[in-house]
C-alpha cells in the first residue's frame, strides 16, 4: 500500500497544484486589480510567481524524498515507477503551468 502512494503522490500533487493555480488565475481575472506591485509587476503577476514556485518546489522536494534511502521504496519495480512517477509530476508541472506565467488571457 505504501509502494501505491510514493507512484502517485507526485501525480495527485500535480492535479491540485494544477487546479489551484489555473483557478488562482481565473479569480484574478476576474478581479482584475490593476494595482501595480513590487518593481512595476502587479500583485496578480506575483502571486501566480509565487504559487508556480511553490508548486515547482514541492514537486521537487517529493522528488527528492523519492530518492532518500529512508523514504524511498525498496529496491525493484515499485522503486524505477515510482521514481519515474516523480519526474513526471515535476516536468508535468513545469509544462501545465508555466502558461500561466508567460501568457495571459487577462490582458496585462
Same mark, same amino acid.
Given at each position: 500500500?505504501?509502494d501505491?502512494?510514493?507512484i502517485? +503522490? /507526485?501525480?495527485v500533487?500535480w492535479? %491540485?497544484?494544477?487546479? =489551484?493555480i489555473? !483557478?488562482?488565475?481565473?479569480?484574478?481575472?476576474? &478581479?482584475?486589480? *490593476? %494595482?501595480?506591485?513590487l518593481?512595476?509587476?502587479?500583485?496578480?503577476?506575483?502571486?501566480?510567481?509565487?504559487a @508556480? +514556485?511553490? =508548486?515547482?518546489? +514541492?514537486?521537487a522536494g &517529493?522528488? %527528492?524524498?523519492?530518492?532518500?534511502?529512508? @523514504?524511498?521504496? %525498496?529496491p525493484?519495480? !515499485?522503486? /524505477?515507477?515510482?521514481?519515474?512517477? *516523480?519526474?513526471?509530476?515535476?516536468?508535468a508541472?513545469?509544462?501545465?503551468l @508555466?502558461?500561466? &506565467? !508567460? +501568457?495571459? /488571457?487577462c490582458g496585462?
Amino acid at each position: 500500500m505504501k509502494d501505491l502512494l510514493r507512484i502517485l +503522490v /507526485s501525480p495527485v500533487v500535480w492535479l %491540485a497544484s494544477f487546479s =489551484a493555480i489555473y !483557478a488562482l488565475h481565473g479569480l484574478i481575472c476576474q &478581479l482584475d486589480p *490593476g %494595482a501595480s506591485g513590487l518593481l512595476g509587476v502587479s500583485w496578480s503577476r506575483i502571486t501566480l510567481i509565487a504559487a @508556480f +514556485v511553490l =508548486a515547482v518546489l +514541492v514537486q521537487a522536494g &517529493l522528488l %527528492a524524498l523519492l530518492y532518500s534511502p529512508r @523514504f524511498g521504496a %525498496a529496491p525493484g519495480f !515499485a522503486r /524505477s515507477v515510482s521514481r519515474m512517477s *516523480g519526474w513526471v509530476g515535476l516536468v508535468a508541472t513545469l509544462w501545465t503551468l @508555466f502558461p500561466t &506565467l !508567460a +501568457v495571459s /488571457s487577462c490582458g496585462w
